[in-house]
């Protein structure tokens, strides 16, 4: 199994444009969730999806979308990309129960100038 | 609200020593709880979880946690730090619930420097 993987690995972007991070996890899992990371504040959890065609918003929604069309793959748009998301972005999925541990991916470090 | 607090952004000791990474939660109903491990350039890893029954947790790589419910604490322990330990270590907490009920709540992390 490859298990949680992300693309790209870097991506620096202009402001005002967009672009999609990708996740895709291997596992039959049916919970996934985007997370972004910054210095001194832990991961913070963006969107997530307990399902296929399930979304929902999470801490910091704001100018992210996301769609859930498969259980594998679970993409994260940012619409109109502004210098306050640059940052590392987690991709994590893991059984539906919620009693399991989550399952991260490598992450994409985005920078926006 | 769920909430995660690690007080202390750095912890240095010295190989061979014991360590100890706090963390406290606060939830409105039974938690559970995962320490997870960040090492430079990777996504976090999974090192332990309490969902019930025995207070005392042990996971990966010779790591164990200890459950308090009435100091709301569950601290990340191991007996002889080594070097490789070095990380990024984070807490999290989950309550089960209707609406968010499978969102994890991360604390800030601790920064783990052992030292030879």
């Known amino acids: 199994n490859a298990g949680v993987t992300q693309t790209p690995k870097f991506q620096v972007l202009k402001t005002g444009q967009s672009m999609t991070l990708q996740c895709a996890q291997d596992?039959?899992?049916?919970?996934m969730s985007w997370y972004r990371q910054d210095p001194g504040m832990g991961l913070r959890l963006i969107h997530y999806?307990?399902?296929?065609?399930?979304?929902d918003q999470g801490e910091v929604p704001n100018g992210y979308n996301v769609s859930r069309s498969t259980t594998e793959d679970f993409p994260l748009r940012l619409l109109s990309a502004a210098p306050s998301q640059t940052s590392v972005y987690f991709c994590?999925?893991?059984?539906?129960?919620?009693?399991?541990?989550?399952?991260f991916g490598p992450g994409t470090r985005l920078t926006v100038t | 609200a769920q909430s995660v607090a690690q007080p202390e952004d750095q912890v240095n000791v010295a190989e061979g020593n014991p360590l100890t990474v706090k963390c406290t939660y606060s939830?409105?109903?039974?938690?559970?709880l995962f320490w997870y491990v960040q090492y430079p350039n990777r996504g976090l890893q999974f090192l332990l979880k309490?969902?019930?029954?025995?207070?005392l947790v042990k996971g990966s790589y010779g790591f164990e946690a200890e459950f308090n419910k009435s100091q709301t604490s569950f601290h990340l322990k191991k007996p002889s730090a080594l070097v490789s330990d070095s990380a990024l270590y984070f807490c999290a907490v989950r309550i089960l619930s209707s609406g968010s009920a499978r969102q994890l709540t991360f604390g800030s992390g601790t920064q783990l420097t052992v030292l030879p």
């Open positions: 309490y969902i019930t029954g025995d207070n």
């Open positions: 999806s307990v399902g296929a065609g399930i979304t």
């Open positions: 994590a999925s893991s059984f539906r129960t919620g009693v399991g541990e989550q399952y």
């Open positions: 596992m039959n899992h049916e919970y």
């Open positions: 939830v409105s109903g039974n938690p559970y």
